[in-house]
């Protein structure tokens, strides 16, 4: 089983490779990935430099291209993978048709993932996936059970890759304009979700009240633990009642499930957070891998100490458990 | 170039059988619409509802002129929805819509038509999707004008069709944040969404009105419109306007963007009438000039288009 | 003193300019909330101002949180996200800019006891002492959570 990081970051990249990261996932600083985020993501040099320092520790590194080209401006994607191609990467992990069928077309040896923007959710899609661009892995959205992972598995022609740990989108990735309808900014065409650059905190008496453009996300009383202003975890009026709409600010965890989504037929377990500090990384990636050689027991108490790390204090295992839904 | 003409998107609704069948009689009489694209879009567990009224609905349209296009789910992740999905593609004896990846393979090689759900983003895109079969492409709702005019340039594949009104598919879940409002889960819904025609308003903590729930889809709070823009966009090459069904008089929206694309209605006059028609939500156009989709951006009556033309 | 520090830091680390790109020419103040005072950098100069708190400032971005959080996101040894989730660090202002702040100071490897010891000799005023000393006592009290 594969352990595959985030790094926002070089210092996260070392972090992740130093706590035993069997690859590590990053960008460009650019709108060409999904972390699109002020003061993230990787220069050209710093990629390079990256690749050869897991290279030589025999860790991979995948560089993440996964918004979708706008119209006209498709030579920054072009850019974005033919400069990955050349650093070394060990995969590209797209979502955007167009873009596949480039590096497809040109560079036909490098490995193509399928990231989880691209929404591939049953057999049918994988598969077309990769016999249109030879697909050879595919990222599951977070929003099927265990069962459904399995069952796809045993149809599709490629490898399974799927979120174990950190942020949960709660709608299906990719297929969502929850962001662009409040502030512009999409993560499919900007690779931001919720941007920064519109989010507000007020101060209203002791509450905590955070907003997104024009619109109030949430509202916390003194003592509560805040969220960031992510359009699904806000709380909304629904015929008159005050409730979290569609998740409430938790993070994914399902490391518990480790033995059944190895019998489920998966490859690899990707952490997410690229735009979390270092600290996280380190802590993240070095429990995870201490817990996927651990008895049962022991993984328990290891991925307790991981609640501090996530949005509200509190996890769940989302929609890999079919009552989630 | 070719008269611009009006499709009718998928009702994502629930609404009771007898409702849905009444509304496309009503279509067919009385829209001037070219092509309606009809069936079960958003959530498997409802197509019990529709389903026995399927069959004469479109011997309807089909004799009042319409070409019918059969939608296909715009999620798929059981078996039994995909089970579903090759059922509709495999006897399928009109052209399906795809909305989900999985309609692109089961559709590869046969004349096909793309929803808006699909992410086309950039003309790469769309002339793949065109070389695999794709006659008809429309675009995202969220794509600015900047995007669709580049996508639209393309000529000798597909033709084009824009997301002119309705409130915007936003997102779509797994999980069914409608049930969950009403205390049930997907599983055992009890089809509560059906208590809604046109959607379970979100507002804010401060009330004010933000998104709508219709089961597992997520849609705007308000309406977009792009009856402004129906020059620009008919110059830019697109040949196909989408008006998505509201709980409102569909035929009377058609005829207003018709006269609008007819010449015989400024548009100005059109968006005013058309507030009356709908006046459950504001009408948006910001997706559009690459703004916050839930702007409006009101258009100077002497226009650019108006210049150009 | 404070102006030399914080010249010294760009210096030792010309990668936390060219992270924080466009943000450099905003203007930050960190508030040590168990402190009568706060430190407002301008990283475009580079200046670093101590203020009395009781003194009305004009900053684009801020962040506000007990010492040994502000000396530990400084030197990125902790995860910040986890700390403002439990509303032990509040951010006002403009968010983006302190998030660049944030992600270029993770990346940059400050190490504070490292980086002053430079000013042992002439500067061995006692703002730099104490700023070493109080890091040395609050990393003693509240040990650095995962590192």
Redesign the interface.
Known sequence: MELICPAGTPAAFREAVEAGADAVYCGFRDETNARNFPGLNFSRPELKQAIAYAKARGVQTFVALNT?????D?DIWYRGAADAVAAGADALIL?????M??VAEHYPEQRLHVSVQ????????I???V??FNARRVVL?R??TIA?IA?IARQIRCEVEVFVFGGLC???E?????S?????K?P??NGVCSPASHVRYVAEGHDLVSKL???????FPEGEAAGYPTL?K??????ST??Y???DPVSLDVMNEIDALTQAGVTALKIEGRQRGKAYVAEAVSTLRKALSATPQERTRLLTRLEALSEGGKTTTG?YE???? | MRMATLTLGPVYFLWDGPKWRDFYKKIAHEAPIARVVIGETICSKRNHFTAPYMEEVIVHLERAGKEVILSSPA?????R??RL??ELIGEATRKVEAN???????L?GKPHVIGP?V?V?????A???AARGAETICL???LPF??????AAITGGADYEIFAFGR?P????????HA???GA???NCRFVCGDEPDG?????????P??T?NGVQ?L?HSCQSLIGETADLTDAGIARFRLSPQDCDMSAVATLYRAVLDGAMEAGAAAERLEALYPAAPLSN??HY?????AWIAKARTGQHQANS | MANRLLKRLVTTHPGLFERLDDYRNRRFAFLPSDLPFGFVVDPVKPSLRVFSKSTPFAVDAAVEGPLFLLLALLEGRLDADAFFFSRELTVTGDMEAMLAMRNALDDTGIDLTRDLAVFAGPFSGAATRAMVEIRKRVLKEKPPLWN
């Open positions: 979708f080209m706008r119209a006209g498709e979502a955007d048709f167009g873009l069928a480039h691209a929404s591939a959710s049953n057999p049918d899609a598969n077309f996936l016999e249109a959205p929003t099927l459904d069952r709660v709608m299906a990719g297929r969502c304009s929850l662009s309808y409040a502030t512009a999409s499919n065409m453009g024009d619109y109030t996300i949430n509202r699904c806000g709380r909304f009026d629904l015929a005050h409730a709409a569609f998740e929609a079919k009552r989630w839904r | 999620l798929v992740t059981l078996e929805e995909s999905m090759r989900d990846l999985s309609a692109l393979h089961l590869a759900l992410n983003y950039n003309a790469a895109t002339k793949l999707l995202p709702p969220e900047s995007s669709v005019e580049k996508i915007v936003l997102a779509i879940s797994a999980r069914c944040a969950r409002a009403k889960v997907k599983d379970l308003a979100v507002k804010t903590l401060d009330r004010q933000f998104l729930l997520t705007s910001g997706f690459a703004r916050e989709g839930a």
